[in-house]
């Protein structure tokens, strides 16, 4: 699997909040591709509307003479793989000793293991939101990130949203979701042929 490379990086920023930040466009190279006689090129933007990293243009460059590029082989680009390793490698957390990319960040998190409830919600709207900007699954990185089940995750996110800590990132739809999943996990458990109780007695 090759090697994504980073060029032509705008030096404008885009403050995303909860100090994640992420450059607002640069070309994401990747060469020797399995099954590709080329090299990729993805002109990177970050999108406002969709508020992620985006693909804005995918190019193919033949290796050399007695290649070409065909149908089959643009099939085989993966560009949402070449725009998420691209943005990991950009998209930074201002920590205490300064800005850590996501490789950086998340190892931080582990060494310290005094922090607050508080605390601990913050960091999990940062990951949330750190992942959701760099196309990863949000509740997979902040269950990762602080080394908890993806159900407490799930309950963590909600909790941030009713603190409003996350109004933006967590859509109203997404937050119904993310409690109804929460009240299946936290349902009592109905042994098999019992009836629930009845209504009007």
């Known amino acids: ?9 705008d030096p404008e920023w885009v403050e995303l909040g909860d100090r994640v930040r992420i450059p607002k466009a640069w070309d994401a190279v990747s060469a020797e591709e399995p099954g590709i006689a080329g090299t990729i090129r993805v002109h990177v933007v ?22 070409e590029v065909t149908t089959v082989s643009l099939r085989e680009v993966r560009v949402q793989w070449v725009v998420q ?3 990991t490698q950009l998209a930074t957390v201002d920590g205490a000793s300064g800005p850590a990319t996501l490789r950086d960040y998340v190892p931080q998190l582990w060494s310290r293991t005094d922090r607050s409830h508080a605390e601990n919600l913050r960091e ?4 949330y939101r750190l992942a959701a900007t760099v196309n990863l699954a949000p509740l997979k990185l902040v269950s990762d990130g602080l080394r908890v089940s993806v159900s407490t995750a799930t309950r963590m996110m909600a ?3 009713e603190a409003g800590l996350a109004q933006d990132l ?3 739809e997404t937050y119904n979701r ?3 999943s929460e009240d ?12 629930g109780p009845s209504l009007g007695r």
């Open 1 to 9: 699997m090759s090697e994504i490379a980073v060029e032509a990086v």
């Open 46 to 67: 970050y999108d406002e509307q969709l508020r992620r990293a985006a693909a804005a243009s995918v190019r193919l460059d033949r290796s050399g003479e007695g290649d």
């Open 85 to 87: 390793q691209s943005a």
């Open 124 to 127: 999990a709207v940062t990951l």
């Open 159 to 161: 909790r941030a949203r």
């Open 170 to 172: 967590i859509t109203r």
């Open 178 to 180: 993310i409690r109804a």
């Open 184 to 195: 299946l996990l936290t349902a009592p458990i109905q042994a098999p042929g019992t009836s």
